[in-house]
């Protein structure tokens, strides 16, 4: 079954650091998004991706964090000038658009912010 | 935005007995799943489930979307069962509720 890639595992940088979070999606899928969970709290929605712009961005995505598909396979998520309150689990996440909507999850990449 | 709301908050099963999790939801959505969360982390989908009853070994689902309400069923508990369940609600974007979180002791 095919499903959704996330690399690396697990980031640790310094506060003020820049930081490309990777995801490969689903090949065949259009839609593209980013979560994030502060440890023991809820996932929340960061941005959804199509056709090559943002299509929905919470308050959270502020102007520190990018989104980019630099290829016919990649999604990353960029985040400039990092702060300690970055540091969670950031989620990728792809649907094919359909009407049912599926989101399938990767495995998650654990940022730590020192 | 959409409230999720889900009960238990936290859940103490010993292994073998059944349980249910609950899941409302504020308003009409094109799409519910339900996750498990692994203790490292993964979010593991184990239904899809807009409306109606789906089963799949020793878990089921049913969501009544015209009442904003959706159940997940684990029977015959094991210990592998235990950690994060959550529900989230598709209206063009997910919203997750705050958890299950379940603990099933040998």
């Known amino acids: 079954e095919p499903e959704v890639t996330q690399t690396p595992s697990h980031q640790v940088t310094q506060m003020g650091q820049e930081v490309i979070l990777r995801c490969v999606p689903i090949?065949?899928?259009?839609?593209f998004y980013w979560y994030r969970q502060i440890l023991g709290q809820k996932v929340e929605f960061l941005v959804s991706?199509?056709?090559?712009?943002?299509?929905?961005k919470s308050e959270i995505f502020d102007d520190r964090f990018s989104v980019e598909r630099p290829d016919g396979s990649n999604f990353t998520l960029k985040i400039r000038s990092t702060k300690l309150e970055d540091s969670a689990m950031y989620f990728c996440?792809?649907?094919?658009?359909?009407?049912?909507?599926?989101?399938?999850f990767g495995p998650g990449t654990r940022l730590t912010v020192l | 935005g959409i409230q999720v709301e889900q009960s238990p908050p936290d859940l103490i099963l010993q292994e073998g007995a059944n349980s249910t999790l609950r899941c409302n939801f504020s308003?009409?959505?094109?799409?519910l799943q339900w996750f498990h969360q692994n203790p490292w982390g993964q979010l593991i989908n184990l239904f899809y489930?807009?409306?109606g009853t789906k089963q799949n070994g020793r878990l089921s689902a049913t969501t009544v979307a015209t009442e904003r309400y959706s159940l997940l069923y684990i029977s015959s508990s094991q210990t592998t069962d235990s950690g994060v369940y959550f529900c989230?609600?598709?209206?063009?974007?997910?919203?997750f509720g705050s958890g299950t979180k379940l603990n099933v002791k040998p």
């Open positions: 991706f199509y056709n090559n712009e943002i299509s929905e």
């Open positions: 308003d009409s959505v094109n799409n």
């Open positions: 989230a609600v598709n209206f063009n974007k997910f919203y």
């Open positions: 090949s065949n899928h259009l839609y």
């Open positions: 996440a792809s649907s094919d658009g359909s009407v049912s909507d599926t989101q399938y």
């Open positions: 489930i807009p409306s």
